[in-house]
């Protein structure tokens, strides 16, 4: 089992937002989260993380970027603890050629090559996004962590972004907001409202009926 979550109480400080959740995950699953903004998506994955630091590459929607930094060195984060200080002093004053080559590999699909030596502060919300991509890709865990991905980009760009990561990752578990893409790119659904997994189904399996039950929970009255 590379996940597993047996009626664990998930929340931050002192308040639950998740009850009673039940979660596996085994080798070569893609899981989708889905559900309301506020259904308890971000907390899960930052729970997820915390549990399996060691094991997992994590995309968070704030980011986490350093503005001051290039996206190189934005990407380069996600294996500081594979070196030492030493190491990652020198690529932060000169980045190395081999470091150089691997990640301008990496982000060139997601169409960021030209903005390798850009400072992250100066890119774009969706540049942005794609530099937290691509040091998600750089990492190369067992499990990824992917809070809503591809909140920033466009369709095209979603599809794009999407296939990198399911390229690198065949084990993962990604918050979507998009039904249509946690349909193309999972193999189960999971379903959170009211503070509870409402489903967790084979993706196949999951209906329109499902979905609009889901999102009419704790829908805003009006």
Do not use: W
């Not at 929340?11 to 989708?32: C, K, N, S, T």
């Not at 989260?33 to 308890?40: D, F, K, N, V």
């Not at 590459?57 to 980011?63: E, G, V």
């Not at 907001?177 to 503070?195: S, V, W």
């Amino acid at each position: 089992m590379m996940f597993r979550l047996h009626n664990a109480s998930v929340g931050y400080d002192g308040r639950a937002v998740l009850r009673d959740v039940q979660i596996d995950i085994r080798p070569g699953e893609r899981v989708g989260l889905i559900g309301r903004s506020g259904a308890g998506k971000s907390t899960l994955i930052n729970f997820a993380y915390n549990t399996y630091a060691d094991d997992s590459a994590l995309i968070p929607q704030a980011l986490g970027l350093v503005d001051a930094l290039s996206a190189f060195h934005n990407v380069y984060m996600g294996r500081l603890d594979r070196h030492c200080a030493f190491y990652n002093l020198l690529n932060l004053v000169r980045p190395g050629r081999r470091a150089l080559d691997e990640i301008r590999a990496l982000i060139e699909p997601l169409g960021l090559a030209e903005q390798l030596h850009r400072r992250a502060g100066e890119l774009s919300g969706g540049q942005r996004q794609r530099v937290a991509v691509g040091r998600g890709l750089y990492r190369g865990a067992r499990l990824l962590l992917a809070d809503e991905p591809v909140s920033a980009v466009d369709a095209t760009q979603a599809r794009a972004v999407l296939d990198q990561l399911c390229g690198r990752y065949d084990t993962a578990l990604i918050a979507l907001h998009d039904i249509e893409l946690a349909r193309d790119y999972t193999q189960r659904l999971i379903g959170l409202a009211g503070g509870r997994i409402v489903f967790d189904s084979r993706t196949a399996a999951i209906t329109d009926t499902d979905l609009t039950e889901l999102y009419r929970r704790d829908a805003p009255a009006g």
